[in-house]
């Protein structure tokens, strides 16, 4: 089950799917569920909870899904710069500014801590999309990460959602806000996704195109929003 509608989401509709999605759980395996904050997994066989053997990437009974492996994308952006520059983009991101693109958007009232329920809601076409996902971690660390080329850094803050069942892809993304060691602040999205529906594994290409063009305007975004703070 996926969630579509040609009327603007409602409050009520995107609990709707969040609440399924929640239910049901992650549509990608637990082993993986985390795994944005490193180098992310390739499709190999495992066991599920039960015992059976499965191709990691299971996605809820799309078949053709467990053998196609992980498209990973990295995106990042400079900013700003200056500690202050770095609280005016964790703060963004906190808002879920990135996301507020006029064609895809999440409530900024939504909460950020783990396990949370997350819906974007996306309009592809004329057709609004509601998929569900849930936060699976929130991190402030200077610890070195794959995404940033194994560098250590002054501050990171950075979380990640995983998409639930009733999503049109398996996988997950994380959002980076980096404080460099030569003082430039840096945003970033990381994320490994795979189709995870029919609609999503017929119309890929354009999937991947939305991608790509959802990183780059959340990157001007972020970036306009930035220096806008600066002026005030």
Known sequence: MVFLGLRYPTPASRRAATDHGTARGFNYPDEHVGASIRTPPSPSLTKDRKGTKQ????????????????????TFLQVGAGGGDFAVAKRLVTE?????????????????????????CANVLG?????????????????????????????????????????????????????????SVWFGVHAFSKPAHALAFVGYPAVRLLQWRFAR????????????????
């Open 217 to 232: 305007d959340a990157m001007k975004t972020m970036q306009r929003e930035v220096r806008k703070a600066k002026k005030r």
């Open 55 to 74: 191709k990691q990437g299971d996605s809820g009974g799309f078949t053709l899904s467990r053998a196609v492996p992980y498209a990973t994308d990295t």
């Open 127 to 183: 057709v609004w999309i509601r998929n569900p996902l849930q936060v699976v971690y929130v991190e402030e660390s200077t610890d070195p990460r794959p995404y940033s080329e194994f560098k250590k850094v002054k501050k990171r803050y950075s979380f990640a959602h995983g998409c639930l069942r009733g999503h049109l892809l398996a996988g997950e993304e994380a959002f980076v806000v980096e404080l460099r060691l030569d003082d």
């Open 96 to 120: 879920w500014k990135h996301f507020q693109l006029g064609w895809s958007e999440v409530a900024p009232s939504t909460a950020i801590e783990k396990n949370g329920p997350v819906c974007v």
